[in-house]
Nanobody, 125 residues
């Protein structure tokens, strides 16, 4: 059974940092594109970052470029999102997702097949 479990969300002050983790079970991250998405209240879901399964190429939304970093530990079957210099507008529920068809180009779609349950990130002073 495919499963993605996120952890690491919480409260942080503006300018602070958080690390989100997403551990996969039932499949190997080596065979999938992995993405991090977020959805704030009243807003559409947006892709924050993703990693190509074929070669590890990473992509970032302009709003987080230079502040967030995605990485994958294939031995642990876990993908991470390191978030720094957090802003109020980064507040959202963050989801990790996996898609096999997007293996070669993770940024070509937002319609990923498998999703985690989400973890809340709140940036507040």
């Amino acid at each position: 059974q495919f499963e993605l479990v996120e952890s690491g969300g919480g409260y942080v002050q503006p300018g602070g940092s958080l690390r989100l983790s997403c551990t996969a079970s039932g499949f190997s991250l080596n065979d999938y594109a992995m993405g991090w998405f977020r959805q704030a209240p009243g807003k559409e879901r947006e892709r924050v970052s993703c990693v190509d399964g074929i070669d590890g190429t990473t992509y970032y939304a302009d709003s987080v470029k230079g502040r967030f970093a995605v990485s994958v530990d294939y031995a642990k079957n876990t993908v991470y999102l390191d978030m720094g210099r957090l802003k109020l507008e980064d507040t959202a529920v963050y989801f990790c997702a996996a898609d096999q068809l997007a293996y070669k180009y993770c940024a070509g779609t937002n319609d990923y097949d498998y999703w985690g349950q989400g973890t809340q990130v709140t940036v507040s002073s």
